[in-house]
Each structure stands twice: as C-alpha cells, then as structure tokens.
C-alpha cells in the first residue's frame, strides 16, 4: 500500500497542515477549510460508519489510520486522536498516526500537544515531510499566540 495525502487548508490563515490515510485509491480532495461544522455532512458520517465497519472486521493500524481520518473529515477530532491512538496500540513505531494526532491537535489549536506529536512522528521517520510541515505549523502558531 502507499501513502496518500489529504491536505486540510486552513483558509483564513492560507496556509496548512497535512494529514494521512492508508489506500490503495485516488487521494481525497482536500477540506473546504479548517473550520469545524456543527454538522457533519451525510457523506462524511458514513464515510465515519464505513471506516468503523472496516477497522472492527479487521482492526489494523492501517484501518485505524482511515478511521482517523474519515473522523478527522467529519470534524470528530478527539475521535480522530483516538482512533490514531488505537493504530499506535497495534504499531507504536507507527510515524503516520503521530502525525495525524499532530494535524488534529493543529485543528484544536492545542499546540503543545501538536508540537510533541508530531516531533515524535519525525523522531521516528525523519523523512515525512508531512510532519516536519506539521510541526513548522503548530510551532509558528503557538508562537503568534493563537
């Protein structure tokens, strides 16, 4: 499988962060904005319900990993963390969950949490530059404050 890239954009600010999912398809397009719906669409919940239905009949890291990001989508973050979090149970090496913990925790603007996450994705995969831009994100932010 490769690793393909969903960029979550953050409008108001034109810059952004960058989340992960495993797949064998066409990467998604990127979000609308960074702005949490009160909401979800009905194709984001059932793109929620499917990656469910997937990672309970085979619970992989890389399950988990879509799970995170159909929560992700669906602006279900703490679900999201969590279901990085059960990728990283199976696969604690796992570079790819820490960094979309990291994008989530962007979207909170819980910068800390961002900054030690995503510091722990490019600690074990120095290479993933969608962590590094992660990281520069969380770090920039906290430092104007916001």
């Given at each position: 499988?490769?690793?393909?890239?969903?960029?979550?954009?953050?409008?108001?600010?034109?810059?952004?962060?960058?989340?992960?999912n495993r797949d064998g398809g066409n990467p998604p397009k990127p979000a609308d904005s960074g702005i949490a719906s009160v909401n979800p669409?009905?194709?984001?919940?059932a793109a929620v319900q499917q990656a469910e239905d997937q990672a309970a009949k085979n619970p992989t890291p890389g399950n988990y990993l879509n799970l995170s990001l159909a929560d992700y989508q669906a602006k279900r973050l703490p679900e999201s963390i969590a279901a990085a979090?059960?990728?990283?149970?199976l696969q604690p090496a796992y570079a790819e969950a820490w960094n979309n913990i990291c994008a989530a925790h962007n979207d909170l603007k819980h910068w800390d949490d961002a900054i030690q996450a995503c510091q722990e994705a490019v600690r074990l995969k120095p290479d993933l530059q969608l962590a590094k831009n992660n990281l520069a994100w969380a770090v920039s932010e906290k430092a104007k404050g916001h």
């Open positions: 499988m490769r690793v393909l890239v969903v960029i979550a954009v953050l409008a108001a600010a034109g810059a952004g962060y960058w989340f992960l669409s009905p194709t984001s919940v979090r059960q990728a990283l149970n």
